[in-house]
DNA sequence: CGGACAATTGAAGCCGGTCAAAACTGGTGG
DNA sequence: CCACCAGTTTTGACCGGCTTCAATTGTCCG
C-alpha cells in the first residue's frame, strides 16, 4: 500500500492521462484548442455552471474545489502541468459538480466539447485511457474518503505535505530538499481542517524538526519522519487511556 | 442541487450502467457468467486482491467498504439489484482499493475479465456507458467527501436515511412508508461515525418523530423534516455564541 | 507609512469517540 | 417452555481533538 502510493514515479499515476494519447490525437485535442493566460485565483468553472468544454494545463496549477454556502472551501485535488481537468461533467451528462481556479499564474488551453467528442468517438486510445484515468481516479478518492473518516489531522497534514513534495518539486537533487507554496487557508482546505488548526499543526511540525518554514514556504527536512506521521499503514496507537490504577 | 440529487427518478443515476446496453451485450456480459449465491456476510473480493472479473448482482444488496489497520470498516457505498460491481479496479488496471460483501443473501453474476474486455472493446456502448457511469460517480464522491467534512453526524445520518429509503424502497406506495434493514453497526460505518453516537443520534430522530423504529428497522415518518435535517443547501445556522453581553 | 490581508497565538467549549456496562434479542438445547 | 449464551442494541460517563471566536503580530505594496 505504502509502496504504491509512495511508489518512485516521479509522476503520478492520474497525470498521464494526456501523455497516453499518440502525437497525432494530442494534437487533435490541442489543435481547435484556445490557450489563454490565467492569473492567480481566476475561475475557470464553477460548480452548477454548463460544461462546455475541457481544460489542459500548460504551466500553472490548478485547485479543484467546493464551496459551501457558508463560503467554505472543500479542495480534493490540484492539478499541475501536463492535467486535463473538467471531463467528468462532460462524461457524466451533467453539471458541474465542483468549481476550478488557478493558485499560481497558469497557462491554460480550452478544448471546446465538440472537438473533444469527436476525438473520443473517433479514438479507441483516448477512451481508453480515459477509462484508465476514472478507474485510478476512484482509488484515490476511496482513500480520500478512509483519510477523512479515520486520520488525525497531524496524519491528514503529513500525508498532504508528502503529496504536494512528490507532486510539485520536480527538483528531484535530493530528498531533504522540497518547498511547497500554498496559502496556509488552501492548505487548510486541502487537509480539510481549520486554518487555525493547520498553523498549529505546522507549528509543531517546525517543533520538532520535522519540517522547515518561512512565511510562505514549507519544507520537509526529515522525511522519514513525516511518512511514520502520514501513518499509511493506519496502525496508529491511540494512546490507550488505560492507566491501569 | 437538491433537485439533483433527490430528483423523482424511482431509481439512481449510477444503478442504470448496465441497463443502458443492448439486450445483445447484456447477454454477451452474463452469457459467459457464472451465478452463485452468497449468503448475508460473504465476501467478494478484498481490499489488495487482484480482480478477475467483474460482478452482476441479479438480487441483494453489497457494500462496498474499506478496512482500517484496526478493523474498522468504512462503507463508502451501497450496490442493489442491477447494478454492477468490481468494474474500477479492473479499468484502472491495479489491484483492489476496496472490498465487497453482501448484506442479505444475494444473487450475483461474476463475469470474468476476459470475456469483460472483449465485450468493452467490440462496444462503443459499453464503452460510453461506462464513461458516463464514472464521470457521474466523480460528483457522487464529491459530495461524499463535502458532507464528511464539513456535515455534522445529524446532517450526514439524515442525509443516508433519505438515499437509504430512496433506493431501496421500491414500495413507492407512500411517502411515509419506507423500511431500512441494516445493522446499527454497517449504518455507522456508511454514515462515518461511531455505533453508539449514531444510535443516540436515531433516538433523536426519533423522540423528534421524524422517524420509527423497531429493533432492526428503521421507519421515515416525517419526510419533509428529515430532508430539512440534511441540510442539503449546507446552510446551517450554527447556533451562533453571540449572546451580546 | 498606513492599510489590507495573511499568519499566528490565546482561550473556551462543543461534538463526537472511546470505554464500560446494562438491556435486549434471537437461537439452542435440556 | 424455560434457562442460558452470544451477539447486538442501548445507555451512561468521560474527555480530548477541533472548531470557533477574538485579538495580536507580521508582511507586502501602493
Chains 1, 2 share one sequence.
Not at 478544448?111 to 485511457?129: E, G, H, Y
Not at 530538499?177 to 481542517?193: E, F, H, K, M, P
Request: aromatic share 6%; charged share 25%; net charge positive.
Amino acid at each position: 500500500m505504502i509502496t504504491k502510493i509512495l511508489s518512485g514515479n516521479s509522476r503520478l499515476k492520474t497525470d498521464q492521462l494526456f501523455e497516453q494519447l499518440t502525437v497525432q490525437e494530442q494534437e487533435a485535442l490541442l489543435g481547435p484548442g484556445v490557450t489563454h493566460v490565467y492569473k492567480k485565483g481566476e475561475m475557470l468553472f464553477r460548480d452548477g455552471g454548463i460544461p462546455t468544454g475541457i481544460y489542459y494545463i500548460r504551466s500553472g496549477v490548478v485547485k479543484k474545489f467546493k464551496t459551501t454556502a457558508k463560503g467554505g472551501e472543500q479542495i480534493f485535488y490540484l492539478c499541475g502541468e501536463g492535467e486535463l481537468i473538467g471531463y467528468h461533467a462532460l462524461l457524466g451528462e451533467e453539471l458541474y459538480s465542483d468549481s476550478a481556479a488557478t493558485i499560481i499564474d497558469s497557462q491554460i488551453t480550452f478544448i471546446p466539447k465538440d472537438d473533444f467528442v469527436k476525438v473520443l468517438r473517433s479514438s479507441a486510445t483516448l477512451s481508453n485511457a480515459l477509462l484508465k484515468a476514472l478507474g485510478h481516479e476512484f482509488s484515490l478518492f476511496i482513500n480520500s474518503i478512509t483519510n477523512l473518516r479515520t486520520k488525525s489531522v497531524r496524519e491528514r497534514l503529513a500525508f498532504n505535505l508528502l503529496l504536494l513534495d512528490m507532486k510539485f518539486n520536480s527538483s528531484k537533487q535530493s530528498d531533504i530538499a522540497s518547498d511547497i507554496q500554498l496559502s496556509r487557508t488552501d492548505l487548510a482546505n486541502l487537509v480539510g481542517t481549520a486554518k487555525e488548526t493547520l498553523v498549529r499543526q505546522l507549528q509543531e511540525f517546525k517543533r520538532e524538526g520535522i519540517i522547515d518554514k518561512t512565511d510562505k514556504t514549507i519544507r520537509i527536512v526529515d522525511r522519514k519522519r513525516i511518512i511514520k506521521e502520514a501513518n499509511l499503514l493506519g496502525l496508529n496507537q491511540k494512546k490507550s487511556r488505560s492507566n491501569i490504577p
